[in-house]
């Protein structure tokens, strides 16, 4: 039945391109030119080619981020062998890779498993902003990434670069509109400014209904999307090598948060439709330039500020819905986040590497500040008068909030030392010190059955010496192919649960000290080859790896009243171990056709788990897959260019079947997608038609399993849909 449907796209794609092959005398400029594959350089610690990074990992070019995403980071997940992501809100804010990464974390302290960067910006745990409009390019490193990152790139990091500057004029706009209300345009403008200064700025919003009809209040934008975003960069050269980049970024994301229903449909019910907003500034000043013949100095620094909006109709009804009872709550999580990063690095220019000249080096230290507060409020009641004699709330009501407060400070020693000890062998050693050291309080206040002026509160301070890093042994064959082994140790900060307070009571079977848990580590043990082929028309890359976690952090829920915000959120120390394979392929066939495809593989178990879990749940969580990690991700697609400026490409994905979360054992079930992309340009004008989801398949980004419906409160599987078919045309001038 699929194959069909994959053969009717391929004669949707081929048929209109066939005709116009006859034709190739106009000079064109093609989004996929003929010729070698590039080797992209990255920007880990010193520019090099993918290639030779001895690690498993993803880079994303202009060109391909263009041809295979709308508006957000999100929609280029399927690209990334063994990446997934939790659909936690109106955008793709926690990521998982290879079945490591945050599901929520509504509460706490911030600890991310992935770090995200944005022009060296730190918005770990924050990246739903993202928009990927005038985006240079984007690089997923997989695996522990401590030396480079440290505590927030535990499973491996995401870095994005906007647009550089250049001394060129530049001036790109796009206007794009499609079904379900869609409507974006974005324009950017770069160039010189002085004769040693060049600028690029660029502003981009987006606008969309979300997919769903609120039939309570009669709308169909309660789960719209409405994006702004601007950056803008500076360069100076500012003589003798010297050189400074200076970076800003602004987003502001007023989105709608309604996509959950009793009826695990599109029509929602809520009177209180939620919120996912969140506005950010940023900026970051990169200063580069030589201190002598032998040494090449870099200076990062870095902050960021947002504020984040978070709030659900707490039972996703109305009155009307919910008649005869009276059932209405609702949840807000009101959360402020401010960032300092500052980091310098000595690195060994060619004059400077050491042992006869063959071995580069790098040295640096690394501080951050991070501050944050949450402010959650859970109200509501419930009534059940209309089982009189048999009620038992009548009614019940329910107000409490919980205020958390948190900074840490981060200070790392880190080093490289990169060595070819023969013409073909290459060793490369790297090492993090950090000293962690954070101070936390909250106050829960309970205004219905308890004392408001007397909270119950929780103040930690703890203080970790954390420490990571890589060792990589690499072979270069014959043709340039190469092999490589890599040892690799990771680590992440400890953390609290601070709705566990509620449950504190007498009789309970936590105490106190289940509030704070321990660091994690994980070991990652990874062998792969990469290399150009034909002459660099073929690119292919692949390794297996195999990760052990140790007092791996696990986070799993107890709901323990009918209220349904009423939750605990408890992270406790457990054990586990994954093993798999990733590959990628890039093939330049022909003149006109390309090839892609990217295939992930991931087998994980959780090997030993402390806490009881919820007295109905008949599973058991040892010896389960971990959460929101699917067996397999896989990515094949074609790209068609020709004479005459026509060009196409069309992707399929499918994804494996992964369970939800540790709270319970619901899974998403495996799906398949098909995007398709095609269109006509010229030297300056390109217009576009673009299908995402192409045959409309119903697909899962999210799942919980609890009691919402009265008045018996059965435990129930609810899920949030993908996006369904969506279909528009993108306008676009280039000069």
């Known amino acids: 039945m699929f194959g069909r449907k994959l053969l009717s796209t391929a004669i949707i794609v081929l048929l209109p391109l066939s005709a116009a092959a006859s034709d190739d005398s106009e000079e064109q400029e093609f989004e996929y030119p003929p010729g070698p594959l590039e080797e992209v350089v990255v920007s880990e610690f010193r520019r090099s080619s993918k290639l030779e990074i001895d690690s498993s990992i993803t880079v994303l070019n202009r060109e391909t981020i263009r041809s295979s995403s709308l508006q957000n980071f999100e929609e280029l997940i399927t690209l990334v062998p063994n990446m997934n992501f939790s659909g936690d809100g109106s955008r793709a804010r926690y990521f998982q890779i290879r079945g490591i990464g945050e599901l929520e974390q509504y509460e706490g302290a911030p600890n991310p498993s992935i770090g995200f960067i944005i022009d060296d910006i730190d918005l770990s745990g924050i990246g739903g902003i993202s928009s990927v409009f005038d985006i240079q390019q984007v690089e997923v490193l997989r695996g522990p990434q401590a030396t480079r990152f440290g505590a927030s790139a535990l499973a491996g990091m995401v870095y994005v670069q906007s647009a550089d500057p250049a001394p060129e004029f530049v001036l790109n706009s796009e206007l794009l509109a499609g079904n379900d209300g869609t409507f974006g345009f974005g324009a950017a403008l770069g160039g010189g400014v002085t004769e040693r200064t060049s600028g690029h700025v660029s502003v981009n919003h987006y606008r969309g209904n979300g997919f769903y009809d609120n039939v309570s ?37 007023d989105n709608g948060y309604d996509a959950w229903s ?59 819905y919910w008649a005869p009872y009276g059932y209405d709550y609702i949840y807000t999580d009101a959360r402020e986040r401010d960032s300092l990063t500052q980091e310098f690095r000595l690195l060994s220019s060619p004059q400077g590497r050491l042992f006869n000249g063959r071995s580069d080096w790098l040295l640096g230290v690394y501080a951050q500040r991070l501050e944050e507060s949450n402010d959650i409020l859970s109200a509501g009641l419930y009534d059940d008068s209309a089982d009189a004699p048999l009620s038992w709330c009548a009614p019940c009501l329910d107000r409490t909030t919980l205020q958390s407060a948190y900074q840490s400070d981060n200070y790392a020693l880190f080093g490289r030392l990169d060595s070819a ?30 004392n408001p002026e007397q909270p119950v509160t929780n103040a930690f301070s703890p203080r970790e010496n954390l ?3 890589d060792i990589s042994i690499d072979y270069q064959l014959d043709g340039g192919a190469r092999v490589y082994g890599l040892l690799s140790r990771g680590y992440k900060a400890g953390g609290f649960n601070p709705s566990l307070a509620r449950a504190l009571g007498p009789g309970a079977e936590l105490g106190p000290e289940a509030i704070a848990y321990e660091p994690e580590r994980l070991m990652n043990y990874e062998a792969g080859i990469k290399g150009l082929w034909r002459g660099g028309e073929l690119t292919t890359e692949i390794s297996v790896f195999y990760m052990d976690r140790a007092d791996m952090q696990l986070r799993s829920s107890a709901q323990f009243t009918d209220n349904p915000n009423d939750f605990v959120f408890i992270t406790s120390n457990a054990e586990g171990h994954s093993f798999g394979l990733e590959a990628s392929l890039a093939w330049q066939v022909s003149d006109h056709w390309r090839l892609h495809g990217s295939l992930g593989l991931l087998k994980s178990k959780i090997d030993a788990y402390g806490l009881e879990r919820e007295a109905d749940i008949d599973g058991e969580l040892i010896g389960r897959a971990f959460a929101h990690a699917p067996p397999y991700t896989l990515n094949l697609g074609a790209s068609y260019a020709m004479g005459r400026g026509w060009v196409a490409r ?26 398709l992309k095609v269109g006509k340009q010229g030297r300056h004008w390109s217009v576009y038609a673009w299908a995402r989801n192409l045959f409309n398949e119903t697909y899962y980004t999210r799942g919980f399993s609890f009691g919402l419906e009265p008045p018996l409160f059965e435990r129930t599987r609810y899920t949030k849909l993908g996006d369904p078919r969506h279909y528009g045309v993108t306008v676009s001038y280039r000069y």
């Open 421 to 450: 000890l023969t013409d073909r062998v290459g060793l490369d050693i790297g090492l993090r010190f950090e000293r962690w050291k954070a101070d936390y309080d909250d106050a829960f206040r309970d205004y219905v059955y308890g």
């Open 262 to 320: 009793p009826e695990n449909g599109r029509v929602t019910f809520s009177d209180n439709p939620g919120r996912d907003e969140q506005q950010t500034w940023g900026a970051s000043l990169k200063l580069t330039g030589p201190l002598s013949s032998a040494v090449e100095f870099a200076s990062i620094t870095s902050f960021a500020n947002s504020d984040v909006l978070f709030s659900f109709d707490g039972e996703w009804g109305d009155e009307a």
């Open 217 to 253: 209040l009669g709308i169909d934008d309660s789960n719209g999307r409405d994006e702004w975003s601007a950056r803008g960069k500076l360069l100076w050269d500012m003589g003798k090598g010297w050189e400074a980049k200076l970076s800003a970024l602004y987003a502001d994301f």
């Open 650 to 675: 069309v992707d399929f994905n499918a994804v494996g079947s992964y369970y939800f979360d540790y709270s319970h054992d619901e899974k998403s079930g495996a799906f398949r997608t098909v995007n």
């Open 467 to 469: 420490w990571g890093g």
